[in-house]
DNA sequence: ACCTGAACACCGTTCAAGT
DNA sequence: ACCTGAACACCGTTCAAGT
């Protein structure tokens, strides 16, 4: 609205915040750095100071999605009480929720970039990662969830609530029936379906 | 190589085939038609008359890659014997490979282009769908697969090989831990783990 | 029926130059 | 240290015109 100074002092974080909106609005395919820089009200040349190229702002638009996501699926199942098959089901419910809410976002988060590489994993994907693991390291504990490798059962359920989630934003599966999804998901892992 | 005729006559399947061809070895990004048009030797324009836009070609390119993997998982199943629980690792390993050779393909198989309508699932992804949809109902049948509405199972199993597709292929889980992901998921769904 | 060639409105990226 | 403006090499899409 009205003038800037020369230098912006935000630019960053007005970027991401333009990008995020936009990825959610209208998908991947119309995200461009002179769109956003047009929004930031400067030149098109200016995002280069703070990311390198295209895929660079991308990278850390995904580092800020997990690092959301793994904040909801803590607060989910902090929120759900003591018991750990709630707080199972808490978890899974935010995982698919984010997925419904901010598809893209998503399949920006798995897109696989860095497949080649194995570069050190984003701080958000670590703080995602954890919140799992930490879940399923006490549900071993209370007997709700089978023994075994805890990072391969951690695995395994990221597996599958992203497999959800990638099914239902996809119109693979029905949207009504994301919630049986969860549900089913949910017994399998704890062995009571 | 030699000049051809000024009707192509089959441009649309090599349109296709080179479109594969790219998507494999440069990803998504570097697909653009007029790259194809010249790898097929016509104007950039030409391509139009065969699709009509670059997200027709993509959609044509996915309902492929729908067809070869229930093609892939059917041969899969058929090559397993007669045990449900080996049918089930055959076919789990089928997808999975699958994602590890074309996983931009997979990709584009399931990207969020027709969630917003309920449009007529393409034939190659009715196929897949009826591939693993008849291996839950003999599994159930021979008392390998719990039971419960098979639409529902069939969703989650989808969903399941798809997570761990993503996974694997996104780098978020170890290479090497693929087979034990499909071991696991197998387990889970035949309830001996 | 199928393809060409020019045209339009966009991109990402680079780089000298400005403040 | 951060941003601008021009430039380059690409796109997807459209449309009159060719065969």
């Known amino acids: 609205m ?10 960053r974080a007005v970027l991401l915040d333009a990008a995020e909106r936009t990825l959610r609005e209208q998908g991947l395919d119309r995200l461009s750095l002179r769109e956003l ?19 660079a702002l991308l990278d850390a638009l995904a580092d800020t999605g997990f690092a959301r996501l793994g904040d909801r699926m803590r607060a989910a199942i902090e929120g759900a009480g003591p018991d750990v ?3 199972l089901h808490a978890a899974a419910t ?10 893209p976002l998503l ?22 990662f954890t919140a799992v ?3 399923i390291v006490r549900g071993q504990q209370a007997g709700a ?3 075994g490798d805890p990072e391969r059962l951690r695995l395994l359920l990221v597996a599958t609530l992203q497999g959800i989630a990638t099914l239902v934003t996809s119109g693979r599966a029905p949207a009504e029936q ?16």
Not at 37 to 55: I, K, L, M, N, Y
Not at 107 to 123: G, V
Not at 183 to 191: G, I, S
Request: aromatic share 6%; proline share 6%; net charge negative.
């Open 2 to 11: 009205a003038d800037r100074p020369y230098h912006h002092g935000n630019l």
């Open 37 to 55: 820089a047009r929004q930031a009200g400067v030149s098109h040349a200016a995002p280069r100071r703070h990311f390198a190229d295209r895929r």
């Open 85 to 87: 098959d709630a707080q």
């Open 94 to 103: 935010a995982y698919v929720r984010f997925a419904i809410d901010d598809g």
């Open 107 to 128: 399949d920006l988060m798995f897109a696989n970039k860095n497949a080649d590489e194995a570069a050190a994993p984003s701080e958000g994907a670590l703080r995602l």
């Open 133 to 135: 693991g930490d879940l």
């Open 145 to 147: 969830l089978p023994p």
């Open 178 to 193: 994301t919630g049986a999804l969860v549900e089913d998901a949910v017994a399998l892992f704890t062995r009571r379906s």
